[in-house]
Structure formats: C-alpha cells, structure tokens
C-alpha cells in the first residue's frame, strides 16, 4: 500500500520559515522525479518546485531564492525548506512523486502564514 505522509506545516507569521517533509511508502518502482504543489483557496494547484532522482532542481519563479527543495533517496523523502514567507503563501501544500510505473499525491498539509 503506498502512502504519502507530508508533516511540518503550521502557522507562521510572515517573515518565518517551515520546514515540510514528504516520506513515501510502499512504492516498488523507481521514483523519478519528488515534487511540491500548492493550492490556495480559490486557486488552481501550482508546482512550487521539483527535484528529479539526480538532484536537479526546478523553481516556480516567486519561489527562487526563498525555498529550497532536497531529497534522501534512500529514504524515499523529499523536503522543502521554506524561507520568508508571505501571507499569499497560505495554501494547502502537497506533495507529488512519479515514478516509471504511475504518480501519486499526498494528502496535504496546511501552511498558514499571517500579516
């Protein structure tokens, strides 16, 4: 059975950090690519940032320079270390992994930052 447990989300107040994990479970085929996504109230879910098995990373622009995506493959966990945040940043944050067979999604974790 495969799972995706997200953790480390919260209230922050805008300025803040969080740290939020991913670790995936059950998953037989090889993990290609871990990612984060975002979806604010009203919004359409957005990819904040990628990181494939080899350590290349992705960015969604309003994120460069404040978030940082990072992987443990051999824990099959991805991580998104999240600096300065902004009030328009509140959203639930999920988290995706493809692998050769099918992708997955998480079940959420929400972030809230506060003006």
């Known amino acids: 059975q495969v799972q995706l447990v997200e953790s480390g989300g919260g209230l922050v107040q805008a300025g803040g950090s969080l740290r939020l994990s991913c670790v995936a479970s059950?998953?037989?085929?090889?993990?290609?690519?871990m990612s984060w996504y975002r979806q604010a109230p009203g919004k359409q879910r957005e990819l904040v940032a990628s990181i494939s098995s080899g350590g290349v990373t992705n960015y969604a622009d309003s994120v460069k320079g404040r978030f940082t995506i990072s992987r443990e493959n051999a824990k099959n966990t991805v991580y998104l270390q999240m600096n300065s945040l902004k009030p328009e940043e509140t959203a639930v944050y999920y988290c995706?992994?493809?692998?050769?067979?099918?992708?997955?999604w998480g079940q959420g974790t929400q972030v809230t930052v506060s003006s």
């Open positions: 995706h992994v493809a692998t050769t067979l099918r992708p997955w």
């Open positions: 059950g998953i037989t085929y090889r993990i290609n690519v």
